[in-house]
T-cell receptor, first 117, second 106 residues
Framework: QLQLQESGPGLVKSSETLSLTCTVS????????WNWVRQSPGKGLEWIGN???????MYSPSLESRVTISVDRSKNQFSLRLTSVTSADAGVYYC???????????WGQGTTITVSS | DIQMTQSPSTLSASVGDRVTITCRAS??????LAWYQQKPGKAPTLLIY???SLESGSPSRFSASGYGTEFTLTISSLQPDDFATYYC????????FGPGTKVDVK
């Protein structure tokens, strides 16, 4: 059974770059789609983007200019890089996988990101 | 971009009630829709994929239907564990979620 675990700094300064990593256990990252989804405090879910195991990426148009998702097969991890963060980027960030296109069926527990000024 | 809306935003119901949530897309998405349940402080869980297919492990009291631009999620008999927020998600183009429907106690 696949399990995902996010890791990251917890606190990021405004205008700096947020970097998060998701470690995949119980299976190989060399298949499926690998997603990042976030949730601002008290708000709904926002899909950030994903990477297919082949390396193809798809990003939300609203974040595309600031987002990079990459895969490290040697470590069975994938990562999120979000540049020029503001307070609007604070919230819980989830990594998740889609064995089938469009269906986010396995989620990490989420990691909380605070943006300081 | 495809925009998703949900109604109502909040639904107050009692255990045993039949509950229906509606999700609408700004353009046709065919059957490219999924439904998720989220409880406070927890990650979402997949309930329904491809508009009407029940995810393994999801209770059979959940059902869903629709096509194109209008979709519904129905809980046939609301149980205490079902008080949560429900999100639809389209994957026809760029993926995105609806704003959510909170089901709370009447």
């Amino acid at each position: 059974q696949l399990q995902l675990q996010e890791s990251g700094p917890g606190l990021v300064k405004s205008s700096e770059t947020l970097s998060l990593t998701c470690t995949v256990s119980g299976g190989s990252i060399s298949r499926y789609y690998w997603n990042w989804v976030r949730q601002s405090p008290g708000k709904g879910l926002e899909w950030i983007g994903n990477i297919y195991y082949s390396g193809d990426t798809m990003y939300s148009p609203s974040l595309e200019s600031r987002v990079t998702i990459s895969v490290d097969r040697s470590k069975n991890q994938f990562s999120l890089r979000l540049t020029s963060v503001t307070s609007a980027d604070a919230g819980v960030y989830y990594c998740a996988t889609s064995p089938f296109f469009g269906v986010v069926s396995i989620w990490g527990q989420g990691t909380t990101i605070t943006v300081s000024s | 971009d495809i925009q998703m809306t949900q109604s109502p935003s909040t639904l107050s119901a009692s255990v045993g009630d039949r509950v229906t949530i509606t999700c609408r897309a700004s353009q046709s998405i065919g059957d490219s829709l999924a439904w998720y349940q989220q409880k406070p402080g927890k990650a979402p869980t997949l309930l329904i994929y491809k508009t009407s297919s029940l995810e393994s492990g999801s209770p059979s009291r959940f059902s869903a239907s629709g096509y194109g631009t209008e979709f519904t999620l129905t809980i046939s008999s609301l149980q205490p564990d079902d008080f949560a927020t429900y999100y639809c998600q389209q994957f026809k183009g760029y993926w995105n979620f609806g704003p959510g429907t909170k089901v709370d106690v009447k």
